[in-house]
């Protein structure tokens, strides 16, 4: 090939031949860096196009109408079936729900924080809600009454058929104002 | 702006260092195997690292992971195939330079120790190899890995040091997390060191080349060399490319099951030692296994240092030694390759291996249940009828040596067999003995010779429109028989829908007449009020209740029923709308197999042009592996 008995540091080449053996290289490099990283865009970025993980969508029971229509808060743990990967597991626990009986209906309201998804609590002396994390309160109707929480505790919905209570679970947003599942 | 990171970091200089080096004689395509190593390590760290954020290495996960990697994640099967063949590359690329260094005798002072290096990576290379091939947990994988730890085992110690490396006295979650650990953490920083070894190395005895008291002309490596680097790590990387899509990336067969009969193989730079173990057996094998590749490999390493002796005589014999030794590989391969090609039971057993891998993989679809592994088969729609079968049917019903025996057994129900044992004594307890069904006499050899009997159940074969094979001449004398001479249908009408005081035998034992059974086997032309098994035609579904009538005459080995089914009781009961409606659909009591298929992507991957499973031990031994590059397929712009 070209031999060249020259100076260490290569500046005897021409300097338009040197531009374009440099855009070589780094058109070369280019290429096989792509050969490699465009598929692990794609690889990594799968979970934003397609679901990898789902819970029910159906409603699950709950328990009974006469057990949970009280307006004492009961927190309901939901057993539901879960594709979680390449996992299939039957009846795990997907969440929870405190439900209460307010003016005569049925509620359900969802365990996550609004705020940053910590779970909620029930304080029976002050018969108020209250998020540990951040002190976020909420009264018996869900509704934030202090701290940074950005909108109300999510409520779910509840379906009831004779004495049978059903809940639909699902996720929300955390941190907006409005409530939007994901 | 450079000078000013440079004095806080010195990377300029680095660089500079890097780019000013000078290459003796100008730039060649002669020198690119370095750099061509030092791409494939590169990209293999980064695809590892990329496997790794989906792979899970537990003994239930691995293989539903992988799985999921290959048929499920986007790109997942390109850049797992890219990973194994890029390992095949890298072993090619290794083996050329060793070429390439002892034929031009670069291996000499003060060479020795790339040669060295170079050898170590092989070896590393080789280790990764089989380690990772364990990762997927597949029949692959385990019966793999059995052979290694096995061949591990015969070393000196090796019992417990068997015990360290599988983690317990099984393989099992330990050894998985063990592979793992060693694949992905201890091997890529031993392949590092062992390529920094090479380039650094290398480019030392450069400098001494072009800078010694009669230093030989040459030019900057940046950009010349580099551009020459470039050329060979593009054509590499077309070609690996190239590779993966076209065997659809890598193979991977179903899940690790210690009850198949997977016959592994390793992988093809295992090939020579693998076919050396065959011509010692017993006490001997050791001297495949140990012996001859501790000797070559032994031989190997000291290569250049002994053919610094001796002058040229030694340093030719060194070279045909190791051109020996090379010969010898490629003719182990060879014969392997060859052997397996003409060996039907493997062949075979691959095909078979390879149909499972597709059901598997078909399944794993859905969801592998947390039991993990072959669990994935229990979304084998044969798995669920038989779960089906255990939970309604087992209790009364025995079937292959499980179950109480109330009624009727299942074992081969209403083979040939089974029909004359009920003839000959229908109130034997395996039949109708704890039933309230005991109308029927039996018929001992007396009163129906064999041969008669033969006649009678063929007919009642042919009478049950199963699609079996009848002997249509013995179904006729058997119709004589049955409705003359015996007068059975007295009590078994055979006019469809006729009910009589037993059974009719019309569609008998279909899977449309089980499933009228099933439903409701109390109906006037099926066994009446005396039958006391309980009306499942509210209790299961249709669809339920068909494969379970489906599953139980597949007990015979009957999987379809092309003949139309029994009409539904024109006299009998008109109720029921059953019976016949979802035959057909589904060929196969099992029809796992159909379903399975998964076609749609890029899944079933069947490389089958790079050799599968290691076989033989790594570590100890692989040093033994030839030097000269074999002549396999892509990448050898080396030479
Ligand atoms: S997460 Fe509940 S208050 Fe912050």
């Keep these: 090939m070209t031999a060249q008995s020259d100076s260490p540091s290569g500046t005897a080449e021409d300097p338009g031949r040197r531009r374009l053996l440099v855009l070589g290289i780094g058109g070369a490099c280019t290429a096989v860096a792509g050969v490699t990283l465009g598929p692990a865009a794609s690889f990594l970025t799968h979970p934003v196009r397609v679901p990898t993980t789902s819970g029910s969508d159906a409603f699950i029971p709950a328990g009974s109408l006469q057990q949970l229509s009280t307006d004492t808060p009961t927190k309901v743990d939901l057993y539901a079936d879960k594709v979680d990967a390449w996992n299939r597991v039957e009846h795990v626990k997907v969440g929870s729900a405190w439900v209460l009986e307010r003016e005569g209906q049925l509620v359900a309201l969802s365990t996550v924080c609004p705020h940053l998804g910590c779970a909620i609590d029930y304080q029976t002396e002050e018969k108020r809600f209250v998020c540990p994390c951040h002190d976020s309160f909420f009264d018996l109707d869900g509704k934030a009454t202090e701290g940074p929480s950005p909108r109300d505790m999510d409520a779910l919905e509840v379906q009831v058929e004779q004495d049978a209570v059903a809940i639909r679970y699902q996720r929300f947003k955390q941190g907006t104002d409005a409530k939007e599942p994901v | ?639």
């Design chain 2, 1 to 639: 702006m450079w000078d000013w990171l440079d004095e806080r970091t010195g990377l300029v200089s680095i660089w500079r260092g890097f780019a000013d080096h000078v290459v003796p004689r100008g730039p060649s395509l002669k020198g690119v195997l370095p750099a061509i190593l030092v791409y494939l390590l590169v990209q293999q760290m980064v695809l590892g690292l990329l496997l790794a954020t989906h792979y899970a290495p537990s003994a239930t996960d691995a293989w539903a992971s992988t799985a999921y990697i290959q048929d499920r994640v986007s790109a997942g099967w390109f850049i797992r195939g890219l990973h194994h063949h890029a390992t095949s590359a890298m072993i090619l690329v290794i083996l050329a330079y060793l070429g390439q260094l002892a034929i031009t005798g670069a291996f000499a002072k003060p060479r020795e120790f790339v040669w060295i290096s170079t050898l170590g990576l092989l070896l590393v290379t080789m280790v990764l190899g089989v380690t990772g091939n364990v990762l997927p947990w597949d029949d692959q994988g385990y019966w793999a890995i059995q052979v290694e730890l096995g061949i591990m085992e015969q070393t000196p110690g090796g019992g417990m040091l068997r015990t360290v490396v599988q983690g317990g006295n099984d393989v099992g979650n330990l050894t998985l997390t063990r592979m793992y650990a060693i694949h992905a953490l201890v091997l890529p920083a031993l392949a590092i060191a062992m390529v920094a070894g090479i380039v650094v190395l290398g480019r030392r005895a450069q400098r001494a080349e072009t800078s010694g008291p009669r230093p030989h002309p040459g030019v900057a490596f940046f950009p010349s060399q580099m551009l020459m680097d470039m050329i060979g790590i593009v054509l590499v990387a077309v070609a690996l490319v190239g590779v993966t899509v076209s065997t659809n990336g890598s193979e991977l067969f179903a899940p690790a099951d210690p009850t198949s009969t997977f016959q592994a193989r390793p992988e093809w730079y295992f090939l020579p030692l693998f076919q050396l173990r065959m011509y010692f057996e017993g006490p001997l094998e050791p001297i495949a296994t140990m012996l001859i590749p501790g000797l070559v490999g032994g031989f190997i390493v000291l290569a250049p240092f002994l053919a610094a002796r001796g002058g040229n005589l030694g340093r030719f014999g060194v070279l045909g030694g190791l051109g020996l030794v090379a010969a010898g590989a490629v003719a182990l391969t060879a014969i392997s390759i060859q052997k397996d090609a003409d060996n039907e039971s493997y062949v075979e057993s691959m095909d078979k291996a390879r149909k499972d891998a597709e059901r598997a993989r078909g399944f794993a679809k859905e969801g592998v249940v947390p039991e993990g592994g072959p669990a994935v088969f229990y979304n084998d729609p044969d798995y669920k009828v038989r779960k089906l079968y255990e939970e309604h049917c087992q209790t009364c019903h025995e079937l292959d040596g499980f179950g109480g025996v109330e009624a009727p057994t299942f074992t081969n129900y209403r083979d040939r067999t089974w029909m004359s044992e009920l003839i000959r004594n229908p109130n034997e307890d395996k039949f109708f003995g704890k039933t309230e069904i005991d109308d029927m006499d039996p018929y001992d050899a007396e009163a129906l010779p064999d041969d008669k009997l033969e006649a009678v159940v063929e007919y009642l074969v042919q009478l049950s429109g199963s699609g079996e094979e009848v002997d249509a001449t013995l179904a006729e004398q058997g119709k004589a028989l049955f409705i003359d001479e015996l007068d059975c249908n007295g009590c078994h009408e055979v006019e469809p829908g006729v009910d009589g005081g037993g059974p009719n035998m019309h569609g008998h034992g279909s899977a449309p007449w089980v499933a009228r059974v099933i439903r409701d086997s109390a109906q006037p032309d099926l066994y009446g009020s005396d039958a006391k098994m309980p009306k499942f035609a509210d209790k299961l579904t249709d669809d339920e209740i068909s494969d379970l009538a489906r599953f139980v005459v597949a007990r015979r080995g009957v999987t379809a029923d092309p003949v139309p089914p029994p009409v539904e009781g024109e006299k009998a009961k008109g109720d029921e709308p059953e019976a016949d409606a979802p035959e057909g659909e589904e060929p196969e009591a099992d029809g796992a197999e159909g379903d399975a298929a998964d076609g749609d992507d890029e899944g079933a991957g069947d490389g089958e042009d790079d050799g599968k499973a290691d076989d033989v031990d790594a570590d100890a031994d692989a040093k033994a592996e030839d030097p000269p590059p074999p002549p396999p397929p892509a990448d050898d712009e080396a030479g």
